[in-house]
Each structure stands twice: as structure tokens, then as C-alpha cells.
């Protein structure tokens, strides 16, 4: 006779059902939302006349944003509970990109986005956490899913803003239908999600700041502490080499290889597609050969696809190898944050905050460092930063898990 356990594995109540569909579509409206506005950052940058260090400094705020308020989502999730804050993150973050679309300066540009990145970051925690929540009801892993699907958002996004280049949209226009479109499936999805406090779930998706000081300070000793600085180069390695794709992509293959604005977009589209079709892969490569196989061949994949687009520069060279790069570095954050959430020593939660936090600082310091690079030498020498962080992946993944021997 079947066990309770496996019935609930194998048939889920339609009430779970639907919330997982819920944070599907949370996850989606996140990945959507700022691949819509990603694309027309060339012009952007044109229309506010701003250099290639200006820009890299302006789009370095969103990181900014989300560092500043990242530690503040586990407070807010446990007072309104993690699908309320996921929703209302998701509606001010479609608020900040529109703005940011809008702006009529550089600086007002950059707070707009500091002001999306620090909604993004709580947005974030938010839907992890109840997502957290809906795989303890199904009794498997789902979480994978959920990353995919954000994958899937960014496609449609950044395909919407191609379409949206293709057809002279003002930003105006396209980020408004955007703003709208996807605000509302993340306040109708608010309906179908899991009900009540959440407080059981929340250790395993984010720990409050007094949490982890307290971790830190008691029962940590120097290999932890060695084990949480590899994680994070690694969290960051995946960071840096996604953020040149995301920030410099379009621009590089516009102004540096002359493609047409229409196809300019491929660049990221590819990225985030190809990210796509690594996540979901990556579950089942991980069971049969662990984190550490799969984070080294997936960073030598991302390092030679990009380094030889970059010595070979042409449009579908380079739009392969930012697919490269997507799919070999796409195991890379999540591998990071479930290595370092299982270190001995710390309480629940609070090596996957510290990780997650800290890996922010990738996406914070690659767009001005990029940008000084591209205004001093060349924005084709900028991004070597994408095949030089896959190497460090590479070489840091002995701190991730072998492969796990199964019952």
C-alpha cells in the first residue's frame, strides 16, 4: 500500500496545483519585465547623451538598488507574507523600468533603476520563498522549474522589445503596455496563491540581518568562511559573465558590429535562451554527475564560446557565443546557493542570504568596469570580463558537491 508521503508526491491538491501555476507566472513577470527594457538601452544612452562610463555607472544603480534592500525582504516577507511582497515588488519594479524609459537625465535615469533593482531584490526573496513553500506541499523539487520559466520571461521580454524596435514603438508606449500587461498577471496570480502566514517556510528562503551576524559570529570556522568567499566568487562569476550579456549585448552588437536594430536584440535573446535550456538540463546532468562536473564544463563552454566570438567578430559568431556563455554558466548561481545554504555551522538560511546578497556586488561592479574599459580601450576588450569570470568558475567549482550517490 502506497505511504501518505508518496500520494502526496505523485497527486498535489488543487490548491497547490494552482499556486505553483501562480509563482510560474511570478517568476515569469520577473524575467519579463526588465528584458523589455534591456534592448533599448542603446537608446537610451544616445537619447541622454552618455558616455560609455556614464552608462556603465547609470545601469550599475539597478544592482545598487537591489544590494540596499536585499537583507530588508526577509522583515518585510515575514510581516505580509511572501506572496503579498512578491506581488507588490513585482508592480513597483514594472513602476521604476517604466520610469527609468521616461527619465530626461542620466541621474534621474539611474535613480529610477535603483529604485526598480532595490523592488527587483525584494521581489526576488518573495517568490523564492513562496515557492519555497509550494515545493513542501508537492514533496519534490520544483524550484528548478520556477528559475526556467523565469528564463522563458526574459525571451518573451526581450523578444517583445525587438518587435517593439522593429515597429518604431516610442519607449514610452512599449514600456507601458509592458508595465501594464505584467502587473496584472502578478495581481491575478496573487489570487491563486498559497493562503495564510508563510513563517515555516521562510528560514530556508532568507534570514534577517541580526540572523546572520548572529550565525557569524558563533560556530564558524575558517574552512566555512573560505567555503562562503568561493561560493560567492562563483555566484559572482555567474553574475559577471550574465551581466554582459544582459547590459552590453545589444549595444556591442549595434554600434561595435553594425547590426540592424532589429536584430541587435539576438545578442540577449539568445543569452537567456540558451540560459533556459541549461536550467533545464541541469537537474538531471547534476543528479548523474554533480555540481562540480557541471559547473567546470559549463565554464569552459561559456569561456571558449566567448573568447572565440570576441577573436572572430561577426553578427552570428557573436550571437552564438552569447548563447554560449547563457547555457554554460546557467547552473552556476543556483549550484552557488545550494552549496552554500548546506555549510556546516550556520543556521538555516543564512549562507543562501549572505551568497545571494553578496553576489550582487557582480552585477554592481561589472557595468562600470566594462564601461571603463569600452571608453579607454574598446567595448570588445570590455567583454573579455564574460570569459575570464567562466574560468574562475571553473577553477573554483572543487568547493561545490561531487556527485551524490543515490540510494
Same mark, same amino acid.
Given at each position: 500500500?502506497?505511504?501518505?508521503?508518496?500520494?502526496?508526491?505523485?497527486?498535489?491538491? !488543487?490548491?497547490?496545483?494552482? *499556486? @505553483? #501555476? &501562480? +509563482?510560474?507566472?511570478?517568476? /515569469? $513577470?520577473?524575467?519579463? =519585465?526588465?528584458?523589455?527594457?534591456?534592448?533599448?538601452?542603446?537608446?537610451?544612452?544616445?537619447?541622454?547623451?552618455?558616455?560609455?562610463?556614464?552608462?556603465?555607472?547609470?545601469?550599475?544603480?539597478?544592482?545598487?538598488?537591489?544590494?540596499?534592500?536585499?537583507?530588508?525582504?526577509?522583515?518585510?516577507? !515575514?510581516?505580509?507574507?511572501? *506572496? @503579498? #511582497? &512578491? +506581488?507588490?515588488?513585482?508592480? /513597483? $519594479?514594472?513602476?521604476? =523600468?517604466?520610469?527609468?524609459?521616461?527619465?530626461?537625465?542620466?541621474?534621474?535615469?539611474?535613480?529610477?533603476?535603483?529604485?526598480?533593482?532595490?523592488?527587483?531584490?525584494?521581489?526576488?526573496?518573495?517568490?523564492?520563498?513562496?515557492?519555497?513553500?509550494?515545493?513542501?506541499?508537492?514533496?519534490?523539487?520544483?524550484?528548478?522549474?520556477?528559475?526556467? #520559466?523565469?528564463?522563458?520571461?526574459?525571451?518573451?521580454?526581450?523578444?517583445?522589445?525587438?518587435?517593439?524596435?522593429?515597429?518604431?514603438?516610442?519607449?514610452?508606449?512599449?514600456?507601458?503596455?509592458?508595465?501594464?500587461?505584467?502587473?496584472?498577471?502578478?495581481?491575478?496570480?496573487?489570487?491563486?496563491?498559497?493562503?495564510?502566514?508563510?513563517?515555516?517556510?521562510?528560514?530556508?528562503?532568507?534570514?534577517?540581518?541580526?540572523?546572520?551576524?548572529?550565525?557569524?559570529?558563533?560556530?564558524?570556522?575558517?574552512?566555512?568562511?573560505?567555503?562562503?568567499?568561493?561560493?560567492?566568487?562563483?555566484?559572482?562569476?555567474?553574475?559577471?559573465?550574465?551581466?554582459?550579456?544582459?547590459?552590453?549585448?545589444?549595444?556591442?552588437?549595434?554600434?561595435?558590429?553594425?547590426?540592424?536594430?532589429?536584430?541587435?536584440?539576438?545578442?540577449?535573446?539568445?543569452?537567456?535562451?540558451?540560459?533556459?535550456?541549461?536550467?533545464?538540463?541541469?537537474?538531471?546532468?547534476?543528479?548523474?554527475?554533480?555540481?562540480?562536473?557541471?559547473?567546470?564544463?559549463?565554464?569552459?563552454?561559456?569561456?571558449?564560446?566567448?573568447?572565440?566570438?570576441?577573436?572572430?567578430?561577426?553578427?552570428?559568431?557573436?550571437?552564438?557565443?552569447?548563447?554560449?556563455?547563457?547555457?554554460?554558466?546557467?547552473?552556476?548561481?543556483?549550484?552557488?546557493?545550494?552549496?552554500?545554504?548546506?555549510?556546516?555551522?550556520?543556521?538555516?538560511?543564512?549562507?543562501?542570504?549572505?551568497?545571494?546578497?553578496?553576489?550582487?556586488?557582480?552585477?554592481?561592479?561589472?557595468?562600470?568596469?566594462?564601461?571603463?574599459?569600452?571608453?579607454?580601450?574598446?567595448?570588445?576588450?570590455?567583454?573579455?570580463?564574460?570569459?575570464?569570470?567562466?574560468?574562475?568558475?571553473?577553477?573554483?567549482?572543487?568547493?561545490?558537491?561531487?556527485?551524490?550517490?543515490?540510494?
Amino acid at each position: 500500500m502506497a505511504s501518505i508521503e508518496s500520494i502526496r508526491r505523485t497527486a498535489p491538491d !488543487r490548491a497547490s496545483r494552482r *499556486a @505553483r #501555476i &501562480a +509563482v510560474s507566472a511570478l517568476f /515569469l $513577470t520577473n524575467g519579463a =519585465l526588465f528584458a523589455n527594457i534591456l534592448p533599448r538601452y542603446p537608446e537610451i544612452k544616445a537619447g541622454l547623451g552618455l558616455d560609455n562610463l556614464g552608462y556603465g555607472f547609470a545601469i550599475a544603480a539597478f544592482p545598487a538598488g537591489a544590494i540596499a534592500a536585499g537583507l530588508l525582504a526577509a522583515v518585510l516577507i !515575514r510581516r505580509f507574507g511572501s *506572496a @503579498r #511582497i &512578491a +506581488v507588490i515588488g513585482t508592480v /513597483l $519594479t514594472s513602476i521604476g =523600468l517604466l520610469s527609468a524609459a521616461l527619465a530626461p537625465s542620466g541621474v534621474l535615469f539611474a535613480v529610477a533603476l535603483f529604485l526598480g533593482g532595490a523592488s527587483d531584490a525584494i521581489t526576488d526573496v518573495a517568490q523564492n520563498a513562496h515557492g519555497l513553500r509550494v515545493q513542501r506541499r508537492y514533496g519534490r523539487s520544483i524550484i528548478n522549474g520556477f528559475h526556467a #520559466i523565469w528564463s522563458i520571461g526574459a525571451v518573451i521580454g526581450g523578444a517583445m522589445a525587438a518587435v517593439a524596435i522593429a515597429l518604431q514603438l516610442p519607449l514610452g508606449v512599449h514600456l507601458g503596455i509592458s508595465t501594464a500587461v505584467f502587473a496584472t498577471v502578478a495581481l491575478v496570480a496573487l489570487r491563486f496563491c498559497l493562503p495564510g502566514r508563510d513563517d515555516e517556510s521562510e528560514p530556508d528562503a532568507a534570514a534577517e540581518p541580526t540572523e546572520v551576524t548572529g550565525a557569524l559570529r558563533r560556530h564558524v570556522t575558517p574552512r566555512t568562511v573560505i567555503a562562503i568567499i568561493a561560493l560567492t566568487l562563483i555566484a559572482m562569476a555567474g553574475a559577471v559573465a550574465e551581466d554582459a550579456g544582459n547590459s552590453w549585448a545589444t549595444l556591442y552588437l549595434a554600434d561595435s558590429l553594425g547590426a540592424a536594430a532589429a536584430i541587435a536584440p539576438l545578442g540577449f535573446i539568445a543569452l537567456v535562451g540558451a540560459q533556459f535550456i541549461g536550467r533545464m538540463l541541469g537537474d538531471p546532468l547534476t543528479d548523474r554527475f554533480g555540481q562540480r562536473w557541471v559547473a567546470r564544463v559549463g565554464g569552459i563552454i561559456a569561456a571558449v564560446g566567448m573568447t572565440l566570438a570576441l577573436a572572430f567578430p561577426t553578427v552570428p559568431g557573436t550571437i552564438l557565443g552569447f548563447a554560449a556563455v547563457g547555457f554554460g554558466i546557467a547552473t552556476l548561481i543556483p549550484a552557488a546557493m545550494h552549496a552554500a545554504d548546506e555549510l556546516p555551522g550556520l543556521r538555516a538560511g543564512v549562507g543562501l542570504t549572505v551568497v545571494s546578497w553578496l553576489l550582487r556586488l557582480g552585477f554592481l561592479l561589472s557595468p562600470p568596469f566594462v564601461g571603463y574599459i569600452a571608453e579607454t580601450q574598446s567595448l570588445r576588450a570590455g567583454l573579455l570580463v564574460a570569459p575570464v569570470a567562466a574560468l574562475v568558475a571553473v577553477l573554483l567549482a572543487g568547493f561545490l558537491e561531487k556527485r551524490r550517490p543515490r540510494d
